[in-house]
């Protein structure tokens, strides 16, 4: 019954904005999107101009490729301050999961405080970024660095966003997969100006603060330009927010029905943090006489006889033998609870940029700017900490013991497995530099059919030099135990221990201060010639030629202690180095065919070509083909149709082996597989031996990647686009809907722990493939026999990925007599985003999964700006949707819980819409602009344990939800 009243009220919700946007003729936007047609902007002038996705110069923005304009001062309105946020929020990309400060803790592409764009949800790597038409190298920090960080554009210097939303590779090169970012900075700045902006959430925490200055020199055949800005945001801890700072596994008896989560989740019932799993220590887990027991202090201090003290964990419900519940082995401590759900982060850019025209070669305009970034991101929380201590006699909290590898003592037999609280921080640095320099020119009288064409060279140089340090324990002191002479290292079962309560020596003693480094270094060169080539009767025949060549190189030095493996309970790492070159020459040419006939006011063909050679990838060859038919001055169609290519990344190629750690519960479907509703995991995991009520209970599975260099070959991709633009001459409206179709082919990738043993176990045949590539304990009397020891995960190539669906952009503007009105949206459904693991025909037998629809990954996302300017006034009102999702697929996985074969979990996330609205008021020297983000503080959506990542309660996905809460926002600009 809850499950259909959820997707009933979505719809409700979804059909209610698109009828309310529909009845006043307009379509869902970006919030500060322009009109994809964009005609209006220039073709007065007749300005000769580059277009995104084209090499051609012309003198109109009509493209056969949809392109959407992100206007950066309008972006303001709504309070975003970055780069970052200006683009992921745009409906290309806010369909999918992206890479922000949120993902403290975790491994990502990019390392800790990292801001990528995924397009299409294809991947940051798939997606390329351009800034003012050069390509910038990449920064980050750790092994996996490969894709653009948002983080060292300034946005004070950003003018706006082009996003190409069609695969470019016979353009661009490799990475324009999914589309093409191109950032266009300000090139001239007429007066000084400053800029000084707050956002300050009203609930405490992640609060903004940016301040920026920009200085221009204009002269009569140049102008230069220089930025600053400065940015701190604030952390965000787990402990700031009601929805963050008490994990629960809200889990009910039924649909609708009572919560039976675990009664106290705390030895500190009826404080604030009672009833809360947050992290689990201040416990002692003794296998072999006790039968593997879990140990809890006794609040009255009683314990049992054998253990005095302490209290056993006697079933899944907690209870004691007299069958009341009174707590489980989680000790929640409010030291957790300063665990950062935001990273803080501290950012300076500077840029800088030069024209000039110079009187040589008969005149040539010379054209640079640098950029120069420093960044720290700060990522503090708690980890756990529980050595399996072995090797000695015990003389501890529970008495004196024996382990079982000690054959002086015979009963009783005893391991003994501490679990404390320990800090886990680390501290990002990343210094980033970028140079680019610019000649165009023309060829001039006297060189024949070249004499009107222009020509340009270019050259980039970037580098990214990231230090990346933590603290980490040291797996080779863990076992300092010596307790033969009554004076230990330390007491691994001391209660001061367990509580996380231990000295600044022994905290000393186990730790180890690391510190790593990553240098990625990137060189572009290359030459571009554009003109007619001659008269066509429909206009003239345009060509652009060039050649390009590129190098790049990336040397990852982990700390030495992650090199040795000697980091207890984290990711080991070795060198990652490597380097690629690629030599590639290409072409585009623009036809047009039909001009000013009835139903044929212009039909133009663009057809483009690109051939590469990679030292790593060998040779190949990609093209693209466009067609743009002006039916009429108020009706436009346009189709693509084309190829694109992606070298392996270097880390894809060159990753030094790293290990990760996955709970057994998060990766094996053979957990409780007698509750299983699956046949083929029930057969499958039957004929592995592995016993129906498996727990899963034993330490983390060790997870091991690396590169795949020799054995991966390039992704190639087919993406297609068809679609209209509709601008009635009686109205201030255009409309633009694409249709878009992109499928990925030998998809370069890591598979993933879930995917692999549920590849194996999940599948019709078994053993295949996928079971060859992880191992699992089956040695007789061991501890925890059956659970998963390794998992061998490194970069290959899957079979493909494919996503399709329609965008749909509106733009709507009037002047009354109260004002100017505005109205403009985007809106983008996805129909399918379909990933193939190798080939369902092969021996795997593995089926396509369509993630549409799951968390993360919504079927509908909507934008939409209203502003009304009245005189100095400026009046905006923003809508941002995101529809609702479902990891349904989980349900069967978690479906006992603690014993109780039906429980309900709660899968579904209902469509979430946000509201901001702003005022702003500008003078002739000053600019005062203030607002609300998240006007009604609307909380992040919350799901069940084990059905997706959580912070809290709250799926982690990135930029969809809002973790800060209704927000003030303040901005104030004073030009002199």
């Not at 000690?406 to 970028?434: C, K, M």
């Not at 699992?776 to 995960?793: K, L, S, W």
Request: aromatic residues 10%; contains cysteine.
């Amino acid at each position: 019954m809850i499950v259909s009243n959820i997707w009933d009220r979505e719809r409700l919700l979804r059909s209610t904005i698109i009828a309310g946007l529909a009845a006043a003729g307009l379509a869902i936007s970006p919030s500060y999107a322009q009109s994809e047609n964009d005609e209006d902007e220039s073709s007065s002038d007749q300005e000769v101009v580059v277009v995104t996705g084209s090499l051609i110069r012309r003198s109109e923005f009509t493209s056969a490729a949809p392109i959407q304009v992100i206007n950066a001062e309008i972006a303001t309105l709504e309070g975003l301050v970055d780069t970052a946020e200006m683009l992921q929020g745009a409906s290309v990309a806010s369909g999918s999961v992206q890479l922000n400060n949120q993902f403290g803790g975790y491994v990502v592409e990019g390392g800790t405080g990292v801001n990528s764009i995924s397009l299409r949800g294809l991947g940051a790597q798939r997606s390329l970024v351009l800034v003012n038409g050069h390509r910038p190298g990449p920064a980050g920090t750790r092994g996996q660095v490969g894709s653009f960080d948002l983080n060292v554009i300034p946005s004070s210097i950003v003018q706006r966003f082009e996003i190409l939303k069609d695969g470019a590779s016979s353009i661009y090169g490799s990475d324009a997969v999914a589309g093409v970012i191109n950032v266009i900075t300000r090139r001239e700045v007429d007066r000084p100006e400053i800029t000084v902006s707050v956002n300050s959430p009203l609930g405490g925490g992640g609060e903004t603060y940016n301040v920026s200055g920009a200085f221009g020199l204009n002269f009569d055949r140049g102008s230069v330009v220089l930025a600053a800005e400065y940015q701190l945001r604030e952390s965000l801890d787990i402990g700031d927010r009601e929805y963050l700072r008490c994990g629960q596994d809200l889990v009910r008896d039924a649909p609708g029905g009572n919560i039976i989560d675990r009664e106290d989740r705390s030895v500190l019932a009826g404080t604030e943090l009672g009833g809360c799993n947050n992290i689990y220590f201040n416990t002692a887990i003794v296998h072999g006489a006790f039968g593997g027991a879990r140990y809890v202090p006794d609040p009255q201090g009683v314990g049992t006889a054998a253990v005095p003290g302490y209290r056993p964990r006697n079933n899944g419900r907690y209870d004691d033998p007299a069958g009341e519940a009174y707590y489980e082995d989680v000790l929640n401590d409010a030291r957790y609870l300063t665990s950062d759900a935001i990273n803080r982060q501290e950012r300076l850019s500077l840029y800088g940029s030069a024209d000039f025209a110079l009187d040589f070669l008969g005149g040539v305009d010379w054209s640079s700017e640098a950029m120069f970034t420093r960044r720290e991101t700060e990522s503090d929380g708690w980890r756990q900490f529980f050595p399996l201590i072995g090797g000695a006699t015990v003389q501890g909290l529970f008495g004196v013991y024996g382990y079982a590898n000690d054959p002086a003592y015979d009963t009783p037999l005893a391991l003994f497995q501490p679990v404390s609280i320990w800090p886990s921080n680390s501290r990002i640095g990343v210094d980033y530099y970028s140079l680019n320099t610019q000649f165009a020119g023309g060829f001039g009288s006297g060189m024949g059919f070249l004499s009107d064409w222009s020509w340009s060279v270019s050259g980039q140089y970037s580098r990214s030099d990231g230090d990346y340090e933590g603290n980490g324990i040291l797996a080779s002191n863990s076992g300092d135990v010596q307790f033969d002479d009554n004076s230990p290292v330390y007491d691994p079962l001391s209660a001061d221990f367990l509580s996380g309560n231990y000295s600044d020596a022994v905290y000393d003693h186990l730790t180890v201060n690391t510190l790593g480094n990553t240098v990625y270094e990137q060189t572009v060169l290359s030459a571009v010639a554009t003109g007619d080539l001659f008269d066509l009767p429909a206009g003239p025949l345009a060509l652009a030629v060039g050649a390009e060549y590129r190098t790049f190189s990336i040397d990852d030095q982990p700390d030495e202690a992650a090199q040795n493996g000697d980091l207890w309970g984290s990711s080991s790492a070795q060198i990652t180095k490597g380097e690629d070159t690629v030599r590639e020459i290409f072409g585009e040419l623009e036809i047009p065919l039909i001009s000013g006939q009835p139903l044929f006011e212009s039909l133009t063909v663009n057809l483009s070509a690109r051939m590469f050679d990679y030292d790593s990838a060998g040779s190949d060859t990609v093209w693209k083909a466009g067609a743009n038919w002006q039916i009429t001055p108020t009706f436009r169609l346009r189709a693509t149709q084309g190829t694109s290519y992606r070298a392996p990344a270097l880390y894809e190629l060159f990753l030094g082996n790293q290990t990760a750690f996955q709970s057994q519960a998060a990766i094996d479907p053979c957990i409780d597989w007698g509750n299983s509703t699956n046949a083929n995991i029930r057969a499958n995991c039957a004929a592995d031996g592995i016993p129906n009520n498996h727990t899963g209970v034993g330490s983390s599975a060790t997870v091991i990647s690396g590169g795949g260099a020799g054995v991966l070959a390039p992704e190639t991709s087919e993406a297609r686009t068809v679609g209209f633009v509709y601008t009635p001459e009686s109205l201030a409206l255009s409309v633009a809907v694409d249709y878009f179709n992109i499928e990925v082919n030998d998809q370069v990738s890591r598979l993933g722990a879930g995917a692999i043993l549920g590849g194996c176990y999940g599948a019709d045949n078994f053993p295949n493939a996928f079971c060859d590539l992880f191992e699992r304990d089956t040695t007789a009397g061991a501890v925890n026999r059956y659970t998963i020891t390794e998992v061998r995960d490194s970069f290959l190539n899957v079979n493909s990925q494919v996503t399709s669906g329609i965008d749909l952009t509106v733009r709507y503007e009037h002047e009354f007599d109260i004002g100017d009105l505005v109205i403009e949206g985007q809106g983008t459904w996805t129909f399918e985003d379909e990933v193939l693991l190798f080939d369902a025909n092969s021996e795997s037998g593995f089926d396509s999964d369509d993630f549409n629809g799951t968390i993360g990954d919504p079927e509908f996302v909507a934008n939409m700006r209203t502003s009304l300017t009245r005189g100095d006034w400026t009046y905006s009102w923003f809508m941002n949707y995101v529809d609702g999702t479902s990891n349904l697929q989980y349900a069967d996985r978690t479906a006992s819980y603690l014993g109780q074969p039906n429980a309900f979990y709660d899968v579904n996330i209902e469509g979430t819409l946000y509201h901001d609205v702003s005022v702003r008021w500008v003078g002739s020297d000053l600019s005062i602009l203030a607002g609300l983000s998240n006007m009604w503080d609307e909380e992040p959506p919350t799901v069940s344990t084990g059905t997706t990542t959580r912070r809290g309660n709250a799926a982690l996905t990135g930029t969809q939800y809002d973790l800060r809460g209704r927000t003030l926002f303040v901005r104030a600009t004073k030009t002199f």
